[in-house]
């Protein structure tokens, strides 16, 4: 699944394709993924206008225009792809684009929960309005979450990975984060104090720092070859790796299961 480094490293790739061309044109080759797409919309406000930047807010691209963005997300399965043309090549290829002056993104996702959308200037939109700050942005700040983890009643690995408190953190990063700040994952959000916090943010953006430096800056390397991004070859400390010793301790690292999703931890230096 495309996590928050491979939308990062999917946004930088796109850049030099994308900022200041011209979108020429928009081809959907499916009236709709997770949702309907707004075809008519969507080409009536992007066919011939320059995308002057692209931006990302947890696991959500946006390429912007004067009249709005068109957002993306790429769900469980989805990748964009250039090719030599605007023929699809590729099965569950739903979406074509081109850009000036020859190039040509493919927008391919077998299970289609992902989405494409359109996002009014000035309008926003639900998927975007119910989401907490991106990790990376200016209103992600220890003193936010500690005030909004006041009326919180799940533990602390709940609220990572709880969209409209934190946008983008998957279940791998929460795992390993949680590792690097020395917390337990099912301690309770609302008694985290605040350097524990500090420290968790802290390790929450270097973790995901580390996997996007460890992707790809292009389009071809961002996903390796057997078409699967490169995030697997990230070198985890706890996430998959029951009853391996923990890199710190040496003890056996621990992996429970609630509400259907694993949990890593080291029950030996995650006590706090
Ligand atoms: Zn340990």
Redesign the pocket.
Known sequence: MPELPEVETLRTALIPLVCNKTLVELKFLRPDLRFPIPVKQLQKAMTGMVVHDVTRTGKYLLLHNVKGAMLWHLGMSGRVVQKPSMKAEEKHTHAVFQFEPDTFLHFIDPRRFGCILWVPKDKGHPLLDHLGPDPFSEEATPALFKERARTCKGPVKGFLMNATRIAGIGNIYACEALFEAEIHPMKSARKLSRPQWDRLLTEVRNVLRKSINAGGTTLRDFFNADGNPGYFALDLAVYGRQGEP?T??R?PITRTVHTARSTFF?K??QKR
Do not use: I, Q, V
Request: charged share 15%.
């Open positions: 923990c710190r301790c003890n080291c030996t230096c």
